[in-house]
């Protein structure tokens, strides 16, 4: 089982819809969660990280974390073209190692 | 401006020549990470360092080891490129502690090995 697990898509959404983006991880003495953004040829940049269980809301971005279940979600409203990306989950394990999911492509078709 | 800095952005090196990659990070950081990003893989974890003169395997060390040596400075070393070398190499560095242990990125090193 991998560390870090998600969808590769893509996934393609309508211009103004939700889009949502999933990941799971195995190890449970996890600490912090982080939603990266990478564009073709660019290097990752961050959106959200989440450390708490619940939700954590920034502009158009909701990250959603439950511990019990293991999995981590982006939620991006209102999706534009600009949106269009892979994302990346990450998860900083006990011991300081950040692992990285291996990504899902999203399309946002105007 | 936080900023980590890759020595080079493209390198074109023969099979079985030893290869050095560096990375420099200004903003303090006590962790810092080498990474490699293949189409349809995501970012892999080499190796990764959380103090001076210490480091962790990651989950694909073979082939490769690192020196930290100053708390800046996180180097790659290939010890005898091989073609399925051939990769993007991507640095970052974070800080310890609660909360947003953000990592931040280099520019990357694109590698091939011939």
């Known amino acids: 089982q991998k560390e870090v697990e998600q969808n590769s898509g893509p996934l393609s959404v309508p211009e103004g819809a939700i889009a949502s983006l999933n990941c799971t991880y195995s190890?449970?003495?996890?600490?912090?969660f982080f939603w990266y953004r990478q564009y073709s040829g660019k290097s990752p940049e961050l959106i959200m990280f989440i450390y708490s269980n619940g939700d954590k809301e920034d502009g158009r971005f909701t990250a959603q974390l439950n511990k019990a279940s293991q999995y981590v979600s982006l939620l991006i409203r209102d999706s534009q073209p600009s949106d269009s990306a892979t994302y990346l989950c990450a998860v900083l394990e006990y011991g300081n190692k950040l692992v990285f999911g291996a990504g899902t492509i999203l399309r946002v078709k105007s | 401006d936080v900023k980590v800095t890759q020595s080079s952005r493209y390198l074109v090196k023969r099979t079985g020549e030893k290869v050095f990659l560096e990375c420099v990070q200004d903003m303090d950081h006590e962790n810092m990470f080498w990474y490699r990003q293949d189409p349809g893989l995501g970012l892999r974890l080499i190796y990764f360092s959380y103090d001076v003169k210490m480091k962790e395997k990651g989950d694909i060390p073979e082939g490769y080891s690192v020196s930290r040596e100053k708390k800046e400075r996180f180097s790659l070393i290939l010890e005898s490129a091989s073609t399925n070398q051939t990769s993007m190499y991507l640095c970052?560095?974070?800080?310890?502690?609660?909360?947003?242990?953000?990592?931040?990125f280099g520019q990357g090193t694109r590698l091939t090995v011939v």
């Open positions: 190890d449970r003495g996890s600490q912090s």
């Open positions: 970052a560095s974070s800080p310890t502690g609660t909360g947003n242990t953000e990592a931040f």
